[in-house]
């Protein structure tokens, strides 16, 4: 059974770095048939893709966030990570890795999430 | 970006009712359409992909429709346990979600 699970810091001071890790076990990240991606919810609010990756360095970002984000995959460590730059409290969110079908495009595995608060 | 408008925000039914949701992306998305059920505290978990296809496991109850710019999301009875938040997700062009739909 294929597991996501992300870490990083919690707490994040504003315009500093927010850098997350999503480990993948139970499966390969090293397939053609997916993307790996981070999607984000404020508190109380909906659900936001920040970006995705392919096991071979392609990226897609979101146009809003694309100054910001980086996203990189580390197939000998089976993870891949976020790198968000410059934040202010409205990155405050908790934050997921998920699986996507390069097909469907749909997200089928998602980790249990990573709050991440922005303050001083 | 193509954006994605999900209504209603939020719904109240009983049990047994028939709830239905909409998403209007703001161009053609072809039938490139996914919904999902959010419980709190906990991650999304996909239903329905390509605007109607149902994932195996998930009950009969749930069906989603349409293609193009206009889709619904359909509950035929409501149960207590589909108390949940619902999102419609395109990937005709990267992803977008739509703002979600919470039924009370």
């Known amino acids: 059974q294929l597991q996501l699970q992300e870490s990083g810091p919690g707490l994040v001071k504003p315009s500093e770095t927010l850098s997350l890790t999503c480990t993948v076990s139970g499966g390969s990240i090293s397939s053609s048939s997916y993307y790996w991606g981070w999607i984000r919810q404020p508190p109380g609010k909906g659900l936001e893709w920040i970006g995705s990756m392919s096991y071979s360095g392609s990226t897609y970002y979101k146009s809003s966030l694309k100054s910001r984000v980086t996203i990189s995959v580390d197939t000998s460590k089976n993870q891949f990570s976020l790198k968000l730059n410059s934040v202010t409290a409205a990155d405050t969110a908790l934050y997921y890795c998920?699986?996507?079908?390069?097909?469907?495009?749909?997200?089928?595995?998602w980790g249990q999430g990573n709050l991440v608060t922005v303050s001083s | 970006d193509i954006q994605m408008t999900q209504s209603p925000s939020s719904l109240s039914a009983s049990v047994g009712d028939r709830v239905t949701i909409t998403c209007q992306a703001s161009r053609d998305i072809s039938n490139y359409l996914n919904w999902y059920q959010q419980k709190p505290g906990k991650a999304p978990k996909l239903l329905i992909y390509?605007?109607?296809n149902l994932v195996t496991g998930v009950p009969s109850r749930f069906s989603g429709s349409g293609s193009g710019t206009d889709f619904t999301f359909t509950i035929s009875s409501l149960q207590p346990e589909d108390i949940a938040t619902y999102y419609c997700?395109?990937?005709?062009?990267?992803?977008?979600f739509g703002g979600g739909t919470k039924v009370e």
């Open positions: 390509d605007a109607s």
């Open positions: 998920a699986r996507r079908s390069v097909i469907r495009g749909f997200f089928d595995y």
């Open positions: 997700q395109q990937y005709d062009t990267l992803v977008t």
